[in-house]
Structure formats: C-alpha cells, structure tokens
C-alpha cells in the first residue's frame, strides 16, 4: 500500500515537472468566456476551422489581421507538437460576388477566381502558411441542399411564403448563445414574414428573425442559381461554413476562429445549423479577433478607409513589416492603424536580423526552420533558453506584444555580452535556438527589401523603450522620467504615441 502510495506520488511529481516545462497553448474562449487550454485528442488531428474572405475585391489589412493572427496561433500549436488540419473556406457566391459577376457581365466563376488568386498571392506575401483543405461555397452545392434537406426533416427548417428555406429559430433552444442575444428580449415577430429583411445575410441584433438557408431565386440574381428540392436558387451565406465543416472535419471542430463581427449573426447561426443537424457541438473553442482600427472606426470596404498590400508596398512598407505591425497589439483588443506602426515594425525586424546573423556566425550554425522546429521537443529547446519567456507568453492567450517585449529584453542581454566578445559557441547556439523558435512562431522573413531603410535602433534603447512603455502601464512616473533621461543621454529622444513610443535618433 505504502509501496502505491509513494508510486502515485512519484508520478504526480513527475506530472507537474512535465506540465512546468511544457504548459499547453491556452486561448480565450468566446463561448465559455474563460482561457482554456488547447489538446489535441492522440487519435486525430486537431481541426481547425476558419471563415476565410469573400472573393469579390481585394482583401484589406483588415482582414488580414485576422488572418495573421490565425496563422501565428497555428505556428503555437503546430511548434508546441499539436498536429493541426486547417480548413478555410471561400464565399465564391453571396450577394456581393453575384452582384460584381452581373456588373461586368461575366460568370461568377470568372469573376471571382482572380479575387481568389490575389488572396492567395497576399496570403503568401505574409507568409502564412496555406490551409490543408480551402473549399468554396459553389464547390459544396449537394452537401449544402443536404444539409438544409436534414434540417427541414427534423421540422427545424421550413420553406417560408417566398419559396426561400428558413431556419426557425424558436425550434433551437439555444440560439444565439454565443454572442448572448438568447439573453435580450426580442421584441419583433421571428417568422420572416411579418419582417422585411428576412433573407438578408448579413443583419445586427435589431433584426432577429427566422433565417434564410436556401434563396429563392429572385430577378437579381440573373443566371446565379441551382436546382434544388426547393426550387431554383442559392444557398444563404451562413449555411456554407456548416456543411464545409461537417465534411472537411467529420470528427468535429476543435477551434473555430474569425473577427469578431462574425460572432452574431454568422456563427451564431452556424452553431445553430450544425448542432440542430447533428446533436453534437459544433466547436469546442470559439476564437474571435478584434478588429484593425482606423481613427476608431474599423477598417472596412464599406467605409473606405482601407489600406491593401500593395498600397503599403509602394510605399515602402513589405509584408513583412506588415505582419509584424499586425502582432504588435494583443489580438483581443482592437489596434488602431498608423504608420508609426509600420514604421517600427521595420526598425524592429532589421534589428531581429542583425542578431539573428550575428548569432548564425558566433555559433557556426544556421537557424533552425519552422519545419525542422516542429518535430524537435520543445522541452529540450527551452530549457535554460533565454528566449523561453518570450515563448510563454505566446502559450498564454496569444500574447503577442508581452511575447515581443520579452524579446528584446532578452535581445538586450544578448548586447551586453555580445559587445565584450564573452559569448561562447555553445551560448550562441542556445540563444540562437531561441531566437529561431520566435521568429518562427511570429512568422517572420527578417530578411528585408531594398526599399526599407530605417533608422538602426540598438537594442539596448529599444530595451529601456519597452521598460519605459511598462513603468507607463504601471503609472511608476519616476521611472519613467528615469528612462527617458537614459535614452537622451545615449542620443535618443522617444515620444509617446497612442500605440506605444516612437525613437527618433538626435543628430
Ligand atoms: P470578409 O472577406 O468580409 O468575409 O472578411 C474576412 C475576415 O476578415 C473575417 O474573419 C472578418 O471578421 C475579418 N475582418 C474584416 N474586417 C476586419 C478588420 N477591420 N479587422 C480585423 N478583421 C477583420
Ligand atoms: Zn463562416
């Protein structure tokens, strides 16, 4: 008995050394509002599903913040050992791609294929790493009329006066329990005949009704549409990301993930459609990022107020930088665009280059890939790394800007023994293995373009920089004083900006 005893205990020390070395990736979840960790169950891969663009114009940085974001919690678990398949789909038909088919008078196909190159294009300009599986809306016409015909079997969808399928969400107890509008008291009739927008894709909290799975055709649809039980017509924009999903992660969903604006009433209705199809949970962790700001309004097509890739190219700023500037602020919260931010971005990655080089030369060995860090043992690399501070805070909730903080910090104790020459090969490597670690975790190509100059920041200001933007957040106003006395002495002045500071060198 004692002989158990001391095993079982043995082995739950055993336990909490392993889970203080590796600590699973943990994220928020919009659905539990709590922070959770992310496993992958042994016997399959871990399914991650993302709404991705319509393809009717080009996408903005906007959506790309979502995007990188995505892509760089994808890094985490894949780096942290999870095998992850990622599925992204394509809305190739909805209202908007229909009505630029019509306006220039071609297919829909042949309109929205060159969108659909460009994403791709811009996709990989920001490194992201592409989909295991990218379906589109058009490709799953069947497997969506299926799914509406299940629905309609179980009495939870009907056919409504104007021939169009609805989903009547009075039969789905728990509708709307992701965004909380099961919460809110909804005042107008649901059944979408007594409503005027009833079969519009996209409505706010002031619109719940009944809502649309299969369109009926209409004269503005022209030659978009398809046979179905239900006439001719087109599937409504919720409905594809169900049966995609049911059928590109037949096991289910371990993340789902999108901008926040598609909380309600997209995947509130994707939960409902799936769940009341098959009985099962359609995710198990809800990821949604905030939205990239311009002057407090979000960046969007309908505003105007975007900027594409190739505008930021031409003016010097390479994706690089671009998605550097993306990361910068927590995904949770919203990030106001500015080229302060770019601008940094730049400075920082031309940084993270010449230490990364010199380290490449110090230890005689060249960085490690992503692909190669995906199958080593995280454990064995962080070990006494002086980068595994940095790599934590990305386990936590995707912190991004505590991650970069981290590491300069560490860059600068890299600097204190790089200037005496005290660093050995083997302490080289260590710092090396690190650094490769975080460069493969943000995604970065710190191998920059000819048209980006900037301003070398040495990393001991950017250092007192970031010590000086906390003693900020702590309201330690001695401190600050303190550091920005330092940073002028060494030839620096800093001034404060709404995402951060600026360091402009004094001649
Ligand atoms: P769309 O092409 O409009 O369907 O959007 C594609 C993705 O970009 C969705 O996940 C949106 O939530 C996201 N998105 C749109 N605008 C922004 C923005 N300003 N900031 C962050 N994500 C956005
Ligand atoms: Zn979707």
Redesign the pocket.
């Known amino acids: 008995m004692g002989m158990i005893l001391c095993l079982n205990l043995l082995f739950k020390v055993a336990q909490l050394c392993l889970n203080k070395l590796m600590p699973a990736p943990k994220l928020y979840d919009t659905l539990s509002k709590s922070i959770k960790p992310l496993t992958q169950t042994k016997a399959r891969d871990f399914g991650f599903y993302a709404?991705?663009?319509?393809i009717y114009a080009e996408?903005?940085i906007?959506?790309f913040?979502?995007?990188v974001v995505q892509d760089t919690l994808r890094r985490v678990l894949e780096l942290s050992g999870i095998k992850v398949k990622h599925v992204r789909n394509l809305?190739d038909v909805d209202d908007k791609t229909i009505r630029g088919a019509i306006a220039k008078a071609i297919p829909l196909a042949q309109f929205t294929q060159p969108w659909g190159e460009k994403f791709a294009n811009d996709c990989q300009s920001l490194n992201l790493l592409p989909p295991h599986v990218e379906p589109s809306a058009v490709d799953h016409i069947p497997e969506q009329i299926d799914l509406v015909q299940t629905l309609i079997d179980k009495k939870i969808a009907y056919v409504g006066a104007d021939q169009s399928v609805y989903f009547s969400i009075n039969s789905f107890p728990n509708y709307g329990k992701l965004s909380g509008v099961d919460k809110i008291e909804i005042n107008q009739s649901h059944h979408p005949s007594k409503s005027s927008s009833l079969d519009a894709d996209e409505y706010d909290k002031d619109h719940i009704s009944d809502f649309v799975l299969w369109k009926h055709r209409k004269d503005e649809d022209a030659e978009h549409f398809w046979q179905s039980p239900w006439g001719e017509g087109r599937p409504g924009w919720h409905l594809e990301c169900s049966a995609m999903s049911l059928k590109h992660l037949p096991h289910g969903i371990d993340l789902h993930g999108?901008?926040?604006?598609?909380c309600f009433p997209h995947h509130d209705n994707e939960i409902a459609q799936s769940e009341a199809a098959t009985g099962k949970p359609c995710a198990q962790h809800w990821f949604h990022?905030?939205?990239?700001?311009v002057e407090d309004q979000?960046?969007?097509k309908s505003l105007g107020n975007l900027y594409t890739l190739n505008q930021l190219n031409d003016t010097g700023y390479a994706p690089a930088s671009v998605r550097y500037a993306l990361l910068a602020g927590h995904y949770r919260k919203k990030l106001n665009f500015k080229f302060d931010l770019l601008k940094n971005a730049q400075n920082h990655l031309k940084q993270l280059g010449k230490y990364q080089q010199q380290l490449i030369d110090l230890s005689q060995s060249p960085a490690t890939s992503y692909t190669e860090l995906c199958v080593q043992s995280i454990d064995s690399l962080l070990i006494n790394n002086p980068f595994a501070s940095a790599w934590e805070a990305l386990l936590n909730d995707l912190n991004t800007p505590e991650a970069l903080g981290q590491t300069f910090l560490t860059l600068k104790q890299l600097d204190k023994q790089l200037k005496p020459n005290s660093l050995n090969t083997e302490q080289a490597k260590s710092y090396l293995k690190g650094l490769s670690l975080i460069i493969a975790a943000f995604g970065w190509d710190v191998t920059l373009t000819e048209s980006e100059t900037t301003a070398d920041i040495p990393a001991d200001i950017h250092a007192l920089a970031e010590q000086r933007l906390q003693a900020k957040k702590d309201k330690d106003w001695g401190a600050c004083d303190q550091l920005r006395d330092q940073i002028t002495a060494q030839g620096w002045s800093i001034k404060d900006t709404p995402d951060g500071y600026e360091l402009i060198p004094q001649n």
């Open positions: 709404c991705g663009p319509t996408a903005h906007g959506n913040r979502t995007f809305t999108g901008g926040v604006d598609l990022s905030e939205h990239l700001m979000k960046m969007s």
